[in-house]
């Protein structure tokens, strides 16, 4: 972008803001599952981390053949490599801080200590992140914070693939289980919209009441303007308004 946008032997550095969008762990996992099912897969990702690519050893995949089509929830569900386990957290923290995909570098408490208080800071220091489930709300967000406006406005869609998928109790509880990171950043990341949210709200209000308050003060001063005598007249009262002054010349 730099060598399409800026003049030759100009220097200039851009300010990248980085921003996510995250959405409920056992929608999201469901989703990716179904996404799954019909033949998705990832395998030109290089999941590159510290300069290399793991290992068969250190990332085994989870069906022989090209894909994984036909896959049932329960054998999505009992591959311990899949990578849909905990995936935001996975994709929004350093893995380096934890040996990248290598599991023998630490113990698996402390690793996922890391990874959840790394995803934690990686998205508080975030431009901007939003909410599937809080689509209006995410629009407002972006809008404020990068002083843009979207053409039409988001739309909330309660029915997706995801929602479809009629699970029993025990199979959520399951989910929620293999996604037990992700629940715990989600729930932060709840809190940590709502905060912001409500926070450019009330500077959205202050400033609108600044506005009114000194359009009320150009409002007064106008009122009080006091109109050029004429020759000979005495001083008069202020002015009240345009008209009385039209009848008086």
Not at 88 to 108: H, I, K, W
Not at 197 to 226: I, V, W
Request: glycine share 4%.
């Amino acid at each position: 972008m730099e060598k399409k946008d800026c003049p030759r032997n100009h220097s200039h550095s851009r300010n990248f803001y980085y921003i996510t969008m995250l959405r409920d762990p056992v929608s999201r996992y469901l989703s990716e599952w179904k996404h799954v099912q019909r033949g998705a897969t990832w395998k030109t990702s290089l999941h590159m981390c510290d300069g290399r690519s793991p290992t068969r050893d250190e990332l085994p995949t989870c069906y022989p053949g090209d894909d994984w089509s036909g896959v049932s929830l329960r054998e999505f569900m009992d591959c311990s490599y899949n990578l849909a386990n905990n995936r935001q957290v996975r994709m929004l923290a350093d893995l380096s801080l934890v040996g990248c995909y290598n599991l023998t570098f630490m113990n698996e408490s402390e690793r996922n200590t890391i990874l959840l208080q790394s995803a934690k800071t990686n998205l508080k220091n975030m431009a901007f992140f939003g909410l599937t489930e809080f689509q209006r709300k995410t629009q407002f967000l972006f809008e404020r914070t990068f002083n843009l406006k979207f053409i039409s406005p988001f739309t909330q869609f309660n029915i997706t693939r995801a929602s479809n998928v009629e699970i029993n109790e025990g199979a959520r509880r399951r989910i929620e289980e293999l996604n037990f990171l992700d629940m715990q950043l989600y729930e932060y990341a709840k809190e940590l919209f709502q905060q912001r949210y409500h926070h450019t709200k009330q500077l959205e209000h202050q400033r609108d009441r600044q506005q009114r308050r000194e359009e009320r003060r150009l409002q007064r001063e106008h009122r009080g303007h006091r109109w050029p005598k004429e020759d000979g007249a005495s001083e008069g009262a202020v002015t009240e308004d345009y008209n009385s002054q039209v009848v008086r010349w």
